[in-house]
T-cell receptor, first 114, second 113 residues
Framework: DTEVTQTPKHLVMGMTNKKSLKCEQHMGHRAMYWYKQKAKKPPELMFVYSYEKLSINESVPSRFSPECPNSSLLNLHLHALQPEDSALYLC?????????????FGDGTRLSIL | GENVEQHPSTLSVQEGDSAVIKCTYSDSASNYFPWYKQELGKGPQLIIDIRSNVGEKKDQRIAVTLNKTAKHFSLHITETQPEDSAVYFCAASKPNTGNQFYFGTGTSLTVIP
């Protein structure tokens, strides 16, 4: 079982909806990541948080809005998404952003945009 | 950045045989190389990793080798079992990038019973 929990597992939404993806870890990690993964492709980095502050934004469109309320939680707020945003959204965590830190992934939220 | 190439993209082996997946990287500054296994409907799971000060690491049926001179590293799975069937991703990481991982394109491994 993964130690990074993501909810919901599946989400179907229309292009005008607003929804949020949630991620939680209790490993005491201080770095958390959002990735987008299309079928048969590797994960693509979207955002990185370190000690609850946004550290990296990989030029992600503003219709994706991350939030880190505390060191255990990471949210991704979604608004006015496009059909091409349908994908598996993965959350990961690591001890911190120091080098050589393994990242631990959740099982993702499979998002479908109608 | 860093460019990680992974081969083959698909691999089928008979149960009990060995499987080898190879990755090459472009930036000699990379010094951490994790391998992930992703089963259908699941997230990537770390199965083994290696740091550049080590040439080989083994964990039961799984081993990883690293050749820094040639800038390539390989995953070896011995005595394959049907539950080894999954997509495997290699990755490389280098200093001063905020622990960013550069992933390979993935290998879909099928173990035939």
């Amino acid at each position: 079982d993964t130690e990074v929990t993501q909810t919901p597992k599946h989400l179907v939404m229309g292009m005008t909806n607003k929804k949020s993806l949630k991620c939680e870890q209790h490993m005491g990690h201080r770095a958390m990541y959002w990735y987008k993964q299309k079928a048969k492709k590797p994960p693509e980095l979207m955002f990185v948080y370190s000690y609850e502050k946004l550290s990296i934004n990989e030029s992600v469109p503003s219709r994706f809005s991350p939030e880190c309320p505390n060191s255990s939680l990471l949210n991704l707020h979604l608004h006015a998404l496009q059909p091409e945003d349908s994908a598996l959204y993965l959350c990961a965590s690591s001890q911190d952003l120091g080098h050589n830190q393994p990242q631990h992934f959740g099982d993702g939220t499979r998002l479908s945009i109608l | 950045g860093e460019n990680v190439e992974q081969h083959p993209s698909t691999l089928s082996v008979q149960e009990g045989d060995s499987a080898v997946i190879k990755c090459t990287y472009s930036d000699s500054a990379s010094n951490y190389f994790p391998w992930y296994k992703q089963e259908l409907g699941k997230g990537p799971q770390l199965i083994i990793d290696i740091r550049s000060n080590v040439g080989e690491k083994k964990d039961q049926r799984i081993a990883v080798t690293l050749n820094k001179t040639a800038k390539h590293f390989s995953l070896h799975i011995t005595e394959t079992q049907p539950e080894d069937s999954a997509v495997y991703f290699c990755a490389a990481s280098k200093p001063n990038t905020g622990n960013q991982f550069y992933f390979g394109t993935g290998t879909s491994l099928t173990v035939i019973p």
